[in-house]
């Protein structure tokens, strides 16, 4: 692969240990890395792009998403519905379309395909996946049929075998139809884990072993992954945690918070990253960064179903390691995690009288690079320096809706009439140029996945 050369960034933020920020410098890449940053000429063969007007940033991470869920966007009848409507309602219509054949692993492609290349364009180079919903408890290729997807697209991967196996015949939450076995999914999770499972630094794919919830999965599942995950280097562990619903569930059936319960189970590791966390106790984060484990935040979806504002403040001043992501487009409406940042710029306003307590835009770019590559284990992506993958995020600062700006990296988050990056590479590769994707044909995708959803009704 020819390298690539950045000239005249005109700002790069580099989210080093140092928290560099550059100006007016040249970025080498090559072998699918950051090479040189400094003064630099062209190479032979290399190509050169001006960067003059860009303002560049590691790639994106988006720390928890459902991909899936592309297709189950601003439901009418669910516009406005807290969690338990929500969940019941979104269960029952994708077991309709599953009934009526539109639920397969090529539709699952096709929206997930969409999910990637929306993705793609806002900044995201790597995503965070968790395929939990296996109606009839079959196993289907939905997980595989992603991770293909994600290598047509030119996007990194982390595939997250997701389950539920606690049904309401066995106390639990989930619909029973939906549920598997612990054999099952142990089974299918240790068949992914060696067919797609890739521990080199540098991964394109990886496996996660990811429940959906206390309630709605067994604490013995949590243990058994939790074992299976200790075997393979890179395997890592992400339930969603705190989502409200399974505190009191918790409460009630163990008499434990959720943090105990899958500390019991061997959870309470660097390798274990837990979704939305918005109803978290402040008095266990001391625990959470004890442990090591990372924390996402996930600020649209807690908005939309009303939870609140996760304690991320007192997150990062206890040293937790903090993510950000977007959930999946049900309860979010969208995978735009660059918008989803404004929000936290603006929400977390309401959070405290102190301004020195609210959520600075360096802060939730730091969480949504370095600190999301934190949460996966992927030390070598969400950070620009020699050797760290050329995973690249690159905005025009010049356009007329960003004219007046004095901070171009506050500009990015609080300006704008669009959040499309200008360029974005994933290991050196271009996938968006000039705004427009280029490692997929956005109409063609948008068109296969239209094809896929059920006609309206
Ligand atoms: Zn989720």
Redesign the pocket.
């Known amino acids: 692969m020819p390298g690539l050369l950045l000239r005249d960034i005109a700002h790069l933020v580099t989210f080093d240990a140092d928290d560099r920020e550059l100006r007016d410098v040249d970025l080498r890449i090559a072998g699918g890395r950051v090479a040189e940053i400094g003064q630099l000429q062209p190479a032979p063969g290399e190509e050169v792009v001006n960067a003059s007007g860009l303002l560049v940033l590691p790639g994106m991470i988006n720390a ?3 991909l899936y869920q592309v297709g189950l966007r601003c439901i009418a009848e669910l516009e406005r519905a807290t969690l338990e409507t929500w969940l019941s309602g979104l269960g029952q219509l994708c077991m309709r379309w599953w009934r009526d054949g539109y639920f397969t692993p090529e539709s699952v492609a096709a929206l997930a395909r969409a999910g990637m290349v929306e993705s793609l364009l806002c900044g995201v180079t790597t995503i965070a996946d ?1 395929h939990y919903f296996f109606p009839g408890g079959v196993t289907a290729p939905y997980i595989e049929a992603t991770i293909e997807a994600a290598r047509e697209v030119g996007i990194r991967l982390h595939a997250g075998r997701g389950t539920m196996t606690m049904g309401h015949r066995d106390g639990g939450m989930a619909p029973d139809e939906t549920c598997q076995t612990i054999d099952e999914v142990v089974r299918h999770s240790s068949e992914l884990i060696s067919e797609y499972h890739d521990p080199d630094p540098m991964a394109r794919i990886r496996i996660h072993l990811a429940p ?1 919830g206390p309630h709605v999965d067994h604490p013995e599942l949590y243990a058994i992954f939790a074992e299976l995950a200790a075997e393979h280097p890179g395997v890592g562990l992400h339930t ?1 945690l705190y ?1 409200q619903i399974d505190t009191e569930f918790c409460r009630q059936r163990y008499g434990r918070t959720p943090w105990q319960v899958i500390g019991e189970a061997g959870w309470h590791r660097d390798t274990t990253w837990l ?2 966390m918005v109803d978290a106790p402040v008095a266990e984060v001391a625990d959470y960064a004890a442990a090591g484990v990372g924390l996402v935040h ?1 600020i649209a ?1 807690d908005l939309r179903m009303g939870f609140g504002l996760a304690s991320v403040r007192e997150w990062l001043e206890e040293g937790c390691t903090v993510g950000f992501g977007t ?2 487009s049900a ?1 979010n409406d969208g995978c735009n995690q660059l918008g989803d940042l404004r929000v936290a710029a603006l929400a977390h306003r309401l959070s405290s009288a102190d301004p020195d307590r609210w959520l600075s835009v360096r802060e939730l770019l730091a969480m949504a690079t370095r600190g999301s590559a934190h949460c996966l284990g992927r030390t070598a992506l969400g950070v620009i320096e020699p050797g760290a993958a050329a995973d690249l995020a690159a905005w025009d600062i010049t356009s007329v809706d960003r004219v007046g700006v004095h901070d171009p990296v506050a500009g990015l988050l609080m300006t704008g009439l669009s959040d499309r990056a200008e360029l974005v590479t994933v290991a050196g590769e271009v996938v968006v140029r000039d705004g427009r994707c280029v490692s997929a044909d956005e109409e063609t995708v948008a068109a296969g996945a239209h094809a896929a959803l059920p006609p309206p009704a």
Do not use: D, K, R, V
């Open positions: 928890h998403q459902h968790q959906c969603h989502e979704a939305h996930l979806p959930t999946g309860s």
